[in-house]
Nanobody, 123 residues
């Protein structure tokens, strides 16, 4: 079974940092496009960042460019999202996802989803 386990969320003040982790089992990261989505209260889920499984493409939503950084530890089959300069608008449930299409300017929906981790940024 494919499983994705997200962790690392929490409460942080505006301007602070968090690092989210996503541990995967049942598949190999390097074979799939993988990424992060988030859903703020009352809003639709949006793609935040992704890494392509077929080339070097990396995507960041405009709202997080320059503040967030996605990375993978292939040996640990774990994906990370380093979030710096957090803003109240970054508040939401963050989901890791796999088996998606990722390009430098786009991210598609995914076939596999983790359970989500809550990030709350206070002003």
């Amino acid at each position: 079974d494919v499983q994705l386990q997200a962790s690392g969320g929490g409460l942080v003040q505006s301007g602070g940092s968090l690092r989210l982790s996503c541990a995967a089992s049942g598949f190999t990261f390097s074979h799939y496009g993988i990424g992060w989505f988030r859903q703020a209260p009352g809003k639709e889920r949006e793609g935040v960042s992704c890494i392509s499984g077929t080339d070097d493409s990396i995507y960041y939503a405009n709202s997080v460019k320059g503040r967030f950084s996605i990375s993978i530890d292939n040996a640990a089959n774990t994906m990370y999202l380093q979030m710096n300069g957090l803003k109240p608008d970054d508040t939401g449930v963050y989901y890791c996802a796999a088996r998606l299409l990722c390009g430098n300017y786009y991210i598609t929906s995914a076939s596999y989803w983790g359970q989500g981790t809550l990030v709350t940024v206070s002003s």
